[in-house]
């Protein structure tokens, strides 16, 4: 079974998780206002408009077999909630960054990060966590249904296009597919810090085009 991750829309870094949740689930709601007009048992009931739906789930850390202090991969979550990202026009406002949550190829979840709880429950002698579980509840920000299908190797978010890589690509055959010029890797290079192009790692996610 793939392994579920959190994306970064704003910077396209990968986040795995350890261990595949056991569950998760989806809340979603519809605002509706009551009639004012009275005489009935029942008022009549007029559509305001639907509120996102939100997903909460509960993700497990453990390290005890490795010795490492746990909150090397907590904390990389608890940094999707730091507000550090700077808006676009002349306000210039800081914010956290937006998320996507996937698991599979075919359905992600675009939203933030509306709260997070971490539990530490196991620690070695000298008190380093080496077991935690993490309660995020995330907000959907954009309605997947109402956008028209993707290639699940590419999405999209916050004016940019991301790329998963596979096994076995390279930088030019990226460049290529994406953008329609192999020769356009050196952009993708830039873009993404990339210091070795041959060792790429799969399942890293790129941007490929902010400017888009």
Not at 26 to 46: D, H, L, R, Y
Not at 54 to 65: P, S
Not at 177 to 191: C, F, K
Request: charged fraction near 25%; glycine fraction near 8%.
């Amino acid at each position: 079974m793939p392994k579920a991750f959190l994306e970064n829309v704003d910077t396209g870094d990968r986040i795995d998780v350890l261990f595949n949740p056991k569950e998760y689930k989806i809340a979603k709601s519809n605002g509706w206002q009551k009639s004012k007009t009275s005489g009935g048992n029942v008022p009549a009931m007029t559509f305001q408009n639907g509120n996102p739906a939100t997903l909460t789930l509960q993700l497990f850390f453990d390290t005890y077999e490795k010795k490492e202090d746990v909150r090397k991969y907590t904390n990389k979550i608890a940094d999707l909630m730091a507000v550090k990202i700077k808006e676009g026009g002349k306000s210039k406002k800081l914010r956290p960054p937006f998320v996507k949550f996937h698991w599979g190829l075919n359905w992600t979840f675009k939203a933030v990060i509306t709260s997070m709880n971490q539990n530490f429950n196991l620690f070695m002698q000298n008190g380093t966590p080496v077991r935690a579980t993490v309660d995020i509840t995330l907000q959907e920000i954009e309605d997947e249904k109402a956008k028209p299908g993707q290639n699940p190797t590419s999405g999209g978010g916050s004016g940019r296009r991301t790329h998963v890589v596979e096994a076995g690509e390279t930088l030019d055959m990226i460049a290529f597919n994406e953008l329609g010029d192999s020769n356009a890797w050196r952009s993708i290079a830039d873009l993404n810090h990339i210091a070795n192009p041959l060792a790429l790692r799969p399942g890293s996610i790129l941007v490929v085009d902010p400017e888009e």
